[in-house]
């Protein structure tokens, strides 16, 4: 059910379905309210907490993947090299309410698929909760950090930011440019114009009134789940093999299939944080290949025939400097 409830509305909002034209004025009132929420943090009626730290919150205006995760996991990395004690925060998708720190033995029905990988992925303390501002205060009482990075949480005003970095879907982008429910917005377009960054996972937009900085996410090889073994993808051009992905948007994982040449292969998507079972992707003794944020709901019961397909980040030496720059001078702002 939740599988054709999820491409209806991608229907709507990416094909210019009629309904979405019928929802239109819920749309403009979802705006309204995006807008007068955003205001009333910013005269002060809601309060926004500081952290002792600078916060950095990788996010979205839209609903659903775009890959903030892969950047928040490499600005993680890139940070810890820089030298800094960097510490994650995250809503934990389906988790429960409380506050808890991610571990890699943690459950993904408590902290989510996104904070699993995360975990696995960079070694940072992380912790998930409800109220992220509760989740970085958690965090800095129990480990050292210089830094909070917030994976997701660009609407979550309760927690002050000192950088915000949007991350927009490059094949996708804002869709039929609506907000909710008649489109995929969370909050206006104009959002994106107030922004530190604007990151795109693809080929940016030219004419935009922000500048956008172009994310590529790249693999080349492939990871048996089960034994550990390492190929290039070209050793699967010619072998019929099938492809799971349960992402924002899985056109984007069979896509990037293709580009390296697995054509003879069967594409099944699934909702976004789908948790798989192992009938699920079992296709007789055909290989299967998955994203990293689906293996880690899938190692428990993988077989030989399973193969996680690994990205890495790609961003220019420009936008590297220009973050370091800029977070440089929020921490240094922060110890005066």
Known sequence: MKKTISRYLLDIWYKDHFIGTALLPLGFLYSDFAKFHRWLYKIGHYKSENLSVPVIVVG??????????????????????EGYRVGIISRGYGGETTTKMVLPTSKISEVGDEALLIIQQTDCPMAVGAKRAEAGKFLLKNTPCDVILADDGLQHYALKRDIEIAVIDGDRRFGNNICLPAGPLREPIERLNSVDFVVVNGEPAENTAWHEWQMQLMGDITINLKTGEKKPLTEFKNVSCHAIAGIGNPERFF????KAGISKRTD????DHHVFTADEIVFKNE??????????????????????????????AEFTANFLTLFKSKLLRETL
């Not at 896509?255 to 293709?258: D, F, S, W």
């Open 255 to 258: 896509k990037q299939l293709e």
């Open 287 to 316: 290989c299967v290949f998955m994203t990293q944020k689906d293996a880690v709901k899938c190692q428990n019961f993988a077989t030989e025939n399973h193969w996680v397909v690994p990205v890495t980040v790609h961003l220019s």
């Open 60 to 81: 979205n205006i839209t609903v659903g993947g775009t890959g903030k995760t892969p950047l928040c996991i490499h600005l993680a990395k890139l940070l810890t090299k």
């Open 268 to 271: 099944h998507s699934f909702p």
